[in-house]
């Protein structure tokens, strides 16, 4: 079964961390960019971070920038999304996506994950 699995959320505190995993099965990510989006109730989903394929380019969305950090270890077959100093504006579900091209549209992500909870709270 071909999928993706996201790890490592949870609640935390403000100003606090979390790194999130999104790890493949099935395929291999290398071939592939990557991406996080993340919804928050009542809002429309958004882009986080983007990798490509060899992990040379990135990209962030503005409301992330300098805390987020995304990488790739293609010899596990796993994405991370590093977050640092979180507010609580950060609170959503958070989604992996894998597409065959680099800043692609939405609708062309193939394979999703099934999303995890990241809290922001005191």
């Known amino acids: 079964q071909l999928q993706l699995v996201e790890s490592g959320g949870g609640l935390v505190q403000p100003g606090g961390s979390l790194t999130l995993s999104c790890t493949a099965s099935?395929?291999?990510?290398?071939?592939?960019?990557v991406a996080w989006f993340r919804q928050a109730p009542g809002k429309e989903r958004e882009g986080v971070a983007l990798?490509?394929?060899?992990?040379?380019?990135?990209n962030y969305g503005d409301a992330v920038k300098g805390r987020f950090n995304i990488a790739r270890d293609n010899a596990k077959n796993t994405i991370f999304l590093q977050m640092m100093n979180l507010k609580p504006e950060d609170t959503a579900i958070y989604y992996c996506?894998?597409?065959?091209?680099?800043?692609?549209?939405?609708?062309?992500?193939?394979?999703w994950g099934q999303g995890i909870q990241v809290t922001v709270s005191s």
């Open positions: 996506a894998a597409a065959r091209t680099y800043m692609t549209a939405i609708e062309k992500y193939s394979y």
């Open positions: 099935g395929f291999t990510l290398n071939s592939y960019a």
């Open positions: 990798i490509s394929s060899s992990g040379g380019q990135t």
